[in-house]
């Protein structure tokens, strides 16, 4: 992936394009899964594990990535993909496989909206899928 495309996302999000999170943001463009900070701290052992941690805040806070809690405990880290103005427009399910812990995302699967009742506020929505991915259950 060229560099120009990384430093221009994160120039168009207001945010100065740094080695680290040139770094960093590469490695979650080029994963094609969401990755946890442990999965980037093996991957870029040239950064401390606290600058991983601040470049993912910050491309949190800017709707450049987007968390997903898969209930195991491990928050994962992807692309959004599009700057959204509504939480529901990047909604689709992930898949978590319990034998070799990855995590999946499943783009053709968009959840239906839920209406929640009033007074009620959205922050986040999960939808997680667990089981075992095709690559564990051909080795299994």
């Keep these: 992936m060229p560099n120009e ?9 207001g945010i100065k394009a740094t080695p680290n999170r040139i770094l960093v943001l590469r ?6 899964r969401p990755l946890s900070l ?21 491309l949190t806070e800017n709707h450049i990535l987007h968390t997903i809690e898969d209930g195991s405990g491990i928050v994962r880290y992807e692309i959004c993909n599009a700057r959204h103005v509504d939480i529901e427009d990047d909604i689709h399910a992930h898949f978590y496989c ?3 812990l990855k995590v999946y995302c499943l783009d053709s ?32």
């Design 5 to 13: 495309t990384i430093i221009s996302t994160l120039e168009n999000n």
């Design 98 to 100: 319990e034998n070799c």
């Design 27 to 32: 490695s979650i463009m080029l994963s094609g």
């Design 38 to 58: 442990k999965d980037l701290e093996t991957e870029l052992q040239t950064l401390e594990k606290s600058s991983i941690f601040r470049v993912l805040s910050l």
């Design 109 to 140: 699967i968009h959840p239906s909206k839920v209406t929640l009742p009033d007074g009620f506020t959205t922050r986040s929505i999960n939808y997680v899928f667990k089981g075992i991915c095709p690559d564990c259950q051909t080795t299994t």
